[in-house]
């Protein structure tokens, strides 16, 4: 216990004197470079260095804040390598050997992985044409069942007090170049729109933004080329639909090209990878760097 006593006065003698040099001296002053390291604090053989604190801190910090800062962090540096250092004496010697291998795979991977990534960045080939696209969806069509109904449509919700509904719901049913005109001019005035009915939306999206309409009365308003009015205390909803595709259909291209060209991006990723190892195999192996013993001879 006196152990501990005396290192909790050392630590608090040092704080107050390091209060007071930061009240002084500005943080960039403080943490400026020498030509021989300078040491904040000390566990058996390992020390903490100004150094290893430095950059840890923000120059906007005032010097009490800073000191604060770097009284918390030795004190939180110490407690660990306090820890660290009983555990290595009073853990088993097989448990020890079992962490110092899981640390040495996780360095290996955490190097090898970086070191890959910055490969793939500088030579990867991001671009997936069309053709592309077309032959992998035609190749794996079976693939791409659909586990939720889709719709597309062009829709507005309107206040309940609105003018125009009759002439706003003929102008959306029929949608030629002249009503889409007219129906931009008067957009403003909409709670919400969408006019692009060429994309592609998941039924849950649609029930989310028209209220009245649920899983139990949709088959009676979604369907293919139907107009539709509903209304409730929020509002007055009205849509057309142009298409829709059901459970179990096959996804249109569309709607998932977003997950084809990641699964193509990935899949060149992966082959780039396999052709990195073997080159690097093969390159060491013409240098000598590289060679496997025959323990049997």
């Not at 001296?25 to 400026?32: A, E, F, I, T």
């Not at 107009?227 to 259909?249: H, P, Q, T, W």
């Amino acid at each position: 216990m006196q152990f501990f006593h005396r290192r909790g006065l050392n630590v608090l003698h040092y704080n107050l004197l390091l209060v007071g040099f930061l009240t002084v001296v500005s943080c960039s002053s403080l943490w400026k470079k020498d030509n021989e390291k300078k040491a904040l604090a000390r566990v058996g053989d390992t020390y903490l260095y100004r150094d290893d604190v430095a950059p840890l801190l923000n120059t906007s910090m005032s010097p009490q804040d800073s000191a604060s800062f770097v009284t918390n962090y030795i004190n939180n540096w110490a407690t660990k390598q306090l820890l660290l250092s009983k555990a290595q004496i009073n853990l088993p010697e097989e448990q020890l050997r079992e962490f110092d291998q899981l640390v040495a795979n996780y360095r290996t991977d955490l190097y090898t992985r970086a070191y890959k990534e910055a490969l793939i960045q500088q030579k990867e080939d991001t671009t997936i044409n069309e053709a592309q696209l077309k032959k992998f969806y035609e190749e794996e069509k079976d693939n791409f069942r659909l586990k939720e109904k889709l719709v597309r449509l062009r829709f507005i919700e309107m206040p309940q007090q609105f003018l125009n509904k009759e002439e706003v719901s003929t102008r959306l049913r029929r949608f030629n170049e002249e009503d889409q005109s007219y129906l931009d001019s008067v957009g403003v005035q909409f709670r919400k729109l969408n006019f692009n009915d060429s994309i592609w939306v998941p039924i849950s999206r649609v029930i989310r933004e028209i209220g009245p309409l649920n899983y139990e009365n949709e088959e009676t308003y979604l369907k293919k080329s139907q107009f539709f009015e509903l209304e409730d205390s929020l509002g007055v909803y009205l849509a057309k639909v142009g298409d829709i595709r059901e459970i179990n259909d096959i996804a249109p291209l569309d709607y998932i090209e977003p997950t084809i060209r990641q699964v193509l991006l990935n899949r060149r990723k992966l082959d780039y990878i396999r052709k990195l190892e073997i080159e690097i195999i093969d390159e060491a192996t013409k240098r000598k760097e590289f060679e496997v013993y025959d323990n049997g001879k």
